[in-house]
């Protein structure tokens, strides 16, 4: 099945420095990755739209040079939070929508990460 | 925004059926209704999705009511690793609209 690799788990890192995430779709080629965060006991918070070649696309509220997303390729894309501080400590989930399944009814299933846990001290 | 309304907990006793409701009152013609589960810590897990006729998968089965404005997900024998937070989306399947997570219900499958 198809799999979704998400790097690093877990990063510790001191306020004011950047940290990158990386999201890859493993077996499939993915035109469209989704970046979510979650803080403990909430839901997931859908941060921003990852389209390979274009810019994202981010939600109401989420700040686009806080949060720097690239999706250079139809396998790789990248968050960026820079400038972390202690209130950007979350739980920030990747995902993918396999681009073989576009225009059937499943083109909608996604394949998620295990999540990054990321603290800022 | 979500669309759905889920109880926030459920208990189930292991071994027997969990019934999960999701209400989606709104839900237009264009839209499936997705299940994901998430258990503590790790990123969601696909497990079953329709339009309007039931749906039978290894994991699950997902019973939609005729007017389709109500689902109810079936794990016929939960086990202690079904115990997760069950979340039910609805999305346009073919306009790849973005996902959007509501609450959850949170089932406490006990021995």
């Known amino acids: 099945g198809a799999v979704v690799s998400q790097h690093p788990s877990w990063v510790i890192c001191k306020s004011g420095t950047s940290v990158k995430i990386e999201c890859r779709s493993l077996d499939f080629q993915a035109t469209t990755m989704f970046w979510y965060r979650q803080f403990p006991k909430q839901s997931l918070m859908l941060m921003a739209t990852?389209?390979?070649?274009?810019?994202?696309?981010?939600e109401q509220g989420v700040e686009k040079d806080k949060f720097l997303i690239n999706h250079a390729s139809l396998t790789l894309s990248t968050l960026t939070v820079t400038s972390a501080h202690p209130e950007d400590s979350s739980f920030y989930i990747c995902?993918?929508?396999?681009?073989?399944?576009?225009?059937?009814?499943?083109?909608?299933?996604?394949?998620f990460g295990a999540g990054s846990r990321l603290t800022v001290l | 925004d979500a669309k759905t309304t889920q109880p926030p907990s459920m208990d189930c006793a292991e071994g027997r059926a969990a019934n999960l409701p999701c209400n989606h009152s709104t839900i237009s013609g264009n839209e499936y209704v997705y299940w994901y589960r998430q258990i503590h810590s790790q990123g969601p897990q696909y497990i079953i999705h329709?339009?309007?006729n039931n749906e039978t998968n290894e994991m699950a089965s997902l019973i939609i009511t005729e007017d389709r404005k109500s689902s109810t997900l079936i794990l016929p024998h939960a086990t202690l690793r079904d115990t997760a937070v069950y979340y039910c989306?609805?999305?346009?399947?073919?306009?790849?609209?973005?996902?959007?997570f509501g609450s959850g219900t949170k089932l406490n499958v006990k021995p």
């Open positions: 990852s389209n390979e070649g274009s810019k994202a696309t981010y």
């Open positions: 995902s993918a929508r396999d681009a073989r399944l576009a225009g059937g009814p499943g083109a909608n299933v996604l394949t």
């Open positions: 989306i609805v999305s346009d399947a073919y306009n790849f609209n973005k996902f959007y």
């Open positions: 329709g339009l309007k």
